[in-house]
C-alpha cells in the first residue's frame, strides 16, 4: 500500500494524472515496488527519485515496452532494485537497467516523433508527447488554467491545423504532434480554417499575448500558425504551400519535445522559458548558417 501510495505521487509530480494520458502501465508496479528500497526522507531519497524519473521517460519515449511489456519490466525492475540496494550507485551503472542503455533502447529522435499517431490511441510515443506538454503545464486555451488531474478530465483532443483544411489537400492529420490537450467554448462547426484563424473561433481569444503564452505552453509557436494562410491560392500552390508548412510545424515541435525529452529522460526537470530560449538560439544559430 505504501508503494502504491507513492507511486501515485510520484506520477502526479510528473504531471501524469490519469490512465487515458499514461503512455505505459507497465511502469507503475516497477515503480511500486521500487520504493520498498527508498526511504522517506533524505538525500538518497533525492537520488533515488531521479533514477525513476530516468525510468519513466525512458519507458514513454523507447521502444523498449512495445512488447513483451510484462518480462521487461521485470527484467528493469530487478535490475533498478540492485542499483537502489547500494546507495553509492554511480552513473556508470544506469546502463545495467535495459531502458537506460540508450545502445540498445535508443531515446525517440525527432523523425519518429513526427510519425507518432493520435494520442487518444494507446500508441506509447504519441501519449508520450502529450505527457510532455502536461509536464510543462499546458495553459488551457479556454480559460488560462494549467492542466491538473480534475481539469484535464474536461479537455480533449483538438487538431491544431484542422483537419477539414489538411484533409482537402489530402495531408494525414491525425498525428500527436498535430494535437492540443485544450477545452473548447464553442461547439459550432467551424469548417475549413487557417489554423489560428480556426483557434480563435474555436476559443474566442482577444489578447494575443495571452495566446502566445499558452501555446508555448504545448510547445507550440505562434508565429508558425499566424504565417499558416490559405486563401486566395489555386490549388496545387494551396497544397504545396500547406504540405510546406505543416511538415514545418511538425518539426519544430517535434524538437522542443525531443528538448524536453532529453532532459527528462535524464532525470532533470526542463523549464518552459529554457526550452523556448534554446530553440531561439538554435534556430537563430541555423538561420545564420544557411545565410553564410
Not at 69 to 94: M, V
Not at 214 to 239: C, E, P
Request: hydrophobic share 45%.
Amino acid at each position: 500500500e505504501r508503494g502504491l501510495e507513492r507511486m501515485a505521487s510520484f506520477l502526479e509530480s510528473q504531471r501524469v494524472f490519469d490512465e487515458a494520458r499514461l503512455p505505459t502501465n507497465a511502469v507503475l508496479a516497477v515503480i511500486a515496488a521500487a520504493y520498498e528500497l527508498i526511504p522517506d526522507h533524505g538525500d538518497f531519497l533525492a537520488k533515488a527519485e531521479k533514477l525513476l524519473r530516468r525510468y519513466l521517460w525512458s519507458a514513454f519515449f523507447t521502444d523498449r515496452y512495445e512488447n513483451s511489456a510484462a518480462s521487461r519490466a521485470f527484467a528493469d525492475f530487478r535490475a533498478i532494485k540492485e542499483l537502489l540496494k547500494n546507495p553509492s550507485f554511480t552513473e556508470e551503472q544506469l546502463a545495467s537497467v535495459p531502458s537506460l542503455n540508450r545502445s540498445d533502447f535508443p531515446l525517440a529522435d525527432v523523425d519518429s516523433l513526427m510519425a507518432a499517431g493520435w494520442p487518444k490511441a494507446a500508441g506509447i510515443e504519441a501519449r508520450a508527447i502529450m505527457a510532455v506538454t502536461t509536464y510543462l503545464g499546458a495553459i488551457d486555451f479556454a480559460d488560462h488554467k494549467t492542466a491538473t488531474y480534475e481539469s484535464i478530465k474536461k479537455r480533449e483532443y483538438h487538431h491544431v491545423f484542422p483537419d477539414a483544411l489538411l484533409s482537402e489537400a489530402g495531408i494525414f492529420s491525425y498525428l500527436a504532434l498535430n494535437c492540443a490537450l485544450i477545452t473548447w467554448k464553442t461547439n459550432r462547426i467551424i469548417g475549413r480554417k487557417d489554423p489560428l484563424d480556426y483557434l480563435q473561433e474555436r476559443v474566442q481569444w482577444a489578447d494575443e499575448s495571452a495566446v502566445r503564452t499558452r501555446l508555448k505552453s504545448h510547445l507550440i509557436s505562434f508565429d508558425r500558425l499566424s504565417n499558416a494562410h490559405y486563401g486566395g491560392t489555386d490549388d496545387v500552390t494551396f497544397k504545396q504551400k500547406l504540405t510546406k508548412d505543416f511538415q514545418e510545424f511538425l518539426r519544430d515541435r517535434a524538437s522542443l519535445v525531443a528538448a524536453a525529452m532529453t532532459q527528462l529522460a535524464d532525470g532533470g526537470a526542463p523549464s518552459l522559458d529554457a526550452l523556448w530560449a534554446l530553440h531561439s538560439a538554435e534556430n537563430s544559430n541555423g538561420t545564420v548558417e544557411a545565410s553564410a
